[in-house]
């Protein structure tokens, strides 16, 4: 039999707060619930986004009293510490706003600034990605690894637009079109939290992004990296949650040559 993977108390605890989000995600799916625009006009919140989060940081507050919250929907919250969880409660609005199953929760722990917990959860398909710093990452309790590939022109990339798209922000329409070009597949699945995971699954080889904001690539950087993959800036460079910059996410086989496309201009 094989034996599935045991976390530390605080991977598990926001494990079980992923879960807890999912199953409220869940249900309020397909349902009539009130949904309004925050400063973009396409960037949605629904009531089932702050449903979420609430519950998410009720559980993770009973876990770790001490820890202080940067959530999408309430901000920067609680006690000034070593300990930050970095929540994203639905990530993927606008598609669970159109009755769009992809959706997710995504759940990170920073200690001293260094992220050493990730989850995303997909409550549609129940896919668990769950990375702790040291210790590898895993699907539902199986290890996973990202892909194999090494030829980009084998590749298949995920990517997502910032809400600002029409201002054209660090020029990612002409970097798309640079990228698309290469006429191989690209998806935009509308969660960044997701394509990170399926990058780190060895679905996709890699995902490239401007503007993300910390929530919404916390757990996924983590998920990348503990699953032998790369994460930069496009530039090649250290690539920061909290700077709001270009992200390159790959399995690192093709992370040279895909920085060489989207790095020129
Ligand atoms: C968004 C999604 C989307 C990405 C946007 C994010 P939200 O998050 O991750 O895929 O392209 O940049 O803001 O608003 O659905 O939580
Ligand atoms: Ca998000
Ligand atoms: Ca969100």
């Known amino acids: 039999m094989v034996k599935e993977k045991t976390f530390s108390r605080l991977t598990q605890a926001a ?28 960037n949605l919140v629904t009531e089932y986004d702050t449903k979420a ?31 930050l969880w970095v929540v994203d409660p639905l990530d993927g609005t606008v598609n669970f706003a159109h009755n769009i199953p992809f959706f997710s929760v995504s759940i990170a722990l920073e200690e001293k600034g260094d992220i050493v917990s990730g989850v995303v959860y997909h409550p549609h398909s129940n896919e668990l990605f769950v990375a702790e710093k040291g210790e590898g990452a895993f699907l539902n309790g199986k290890k996973m690894q990202v892909s194999s590939v090494s030829r980009l022109e084998q590749s298949i990339l995920a990517t997502g637009f910032p809400y600002n798209l029409a201002d054209n922000p660090f020029h990612c329409i002409e970097h798309f079109i640079d990228i698309v070009k290469l006429g191989i597949p690209i998806r935009k699945l509308g969660s960044a939290a997701l394509d990170l995971a399926y990058t780190a699954a060895g679905r996709f080889e890699g995902f490239f992004a401007v503007g993300l904001s910390p929530w919404d690539c916390a757990a996924g950087v983590l998920l990348i990296q503990e699953a032998g993959g790369q994460v930069s800036h496009w530039n090649e460079k250290y690539f920061s949650i909290h700077s709001r910059l270009p992200i390159l996410a790959t399995n690192g086989r093709i992370h040279k040559q895909t920085a060489s496309i989207l790095h020129k201009l």
């Open 15 to 42: 494990c079980e707060a992923a879960l807890i989000a999912g199953e409220l995600l869940r249900q309020g799916f397909g349902s009539q619930f009130k949904v309004s625009s925050k400063e973009g006009r396409h």
């Open 53 to 83: 989060e609430q519950a998410i940081l009720a559980h993770l507050k009973k876990a770790a009293s001490t820890s202080s919250f940067l959530a999408e929907e309430s901000g920067a919250t609680g006690q000034l510490g070593d300990l």
